[in-house]
């Protein structure tokens, strides 16, 4: 029994958006995942820490919904920047059970438990959204997700997911960060960083937290085992 994170499957088996022309990193990603995940068990959990699927809206994202279905563990997935298939909690619970992916479940608004640890998390927020004009109502909405998400965990140590980076080489989000060190989070994983990007991601302790990138190609498709 271990608990295992990882971000950006950007899984494509219906939408035809394949990673791989992104390059060497990213070939024959799709098999490498599911031999990295078929290692693990039904007493496992994983998180997903956003970008799991390119499909625009759910009846495309299936097939890739069926492929992490295939394995048993528990999985609790967070909305990523590419996520579009992404509705209201009540719709896609709806699918899921409609579909019977039983294995499925969101952290989004709440948190969910692992041993003595609660697991907490958000989309979170970062620089490149600042393009968009109604940037302060994003962060505002994340933010204020982000604080009813550590609330649920009550007394617990936290563990937070993000899939947008808090910090960065020459970048933070002030906003998030104070409310992760007010929570008294301990570890904080993110993903969204690929490619070149990855070399400016911080990762270590910074204060009382330590960070951790774990966007897909930035652990060769292998999910991080954070404890067992
Ligand atoms: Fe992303
Ligand atoms: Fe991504």
């Known amino acids: 029994m271990a608990l295992y994170a990882i971000g ?12 791989e022309v992104f390059g060497e990193g990213w070939r024959d990603y799709v098999p490498r995942i599911k031999a990295a995940l078929s290692e693990l068990t039904a007493a ?20 890739d919904f069926q492929f992490l279905e295939q394995f048993p563990c528990r999985k609790l997935l967070i909305k990523g920047n590419h996520d579009y298939w992404w ?9 899921f ?14 948190c969910a438990f692992y041993g003595d640890w609660a697991l907490c998390g958000t989309r979170g ?6 393009q968009k004009p109604q940037n302060a109502k994003v962060l505002n909405r994340e933010v204020m997700r982000l604080e009813t998400s550590l609330k649920a965990a009550g007394e617990r140590p936290i563990l937070c997911f993000l899939h947008y980076p808090p910090l960065y080489q020459g970048y933070e989000c002030p906003e998030i960060l104070s409310l992760l060190n007010r929570y008294h989070v ?17 990762n270590g302790s910074r204060g009382e937290i330590e960070f951790s990138l774990i966007s897909a190609d930035a652990l060769g498709f292998i999910p991080k085992k954070i404890c067992e």
């Not at 950006?8 to 990673?19: E, W």
């Not at 409609?98 to 294995?103: D, G, H, I, V």
């Not at 301990?186 to 911080?202: D, E, M, N, S, V």
């Open 87 to 95: 509705s209201t909690i009540s719709k896609m619970t709806e699918f």
């Open 97 to 110: 059970a409609e579909k019977q992916f039983t294995t499925l479940d969101f952290l989004h608004n709440n």
């Open 186 to 202: 301990k570890q904080c994983f993110y993903g969204h960083l690929h490619g070149p990007t990855i070399h400016r991601a911080i």
């Open 125 to 130: 927020w970062f620089e490149e959204d600042n």
């Open 8 to 19: 950006d499957l950007h899984l494509s088996l219906t939408a035809n958006k394949s990673m």
């Open 44 to 63: 496992d959990t994983l998180v997903l820490a956003g970008d799991t699927s390119w499909g625009i809206d759910l009846a495309e994202a299936e097939a």
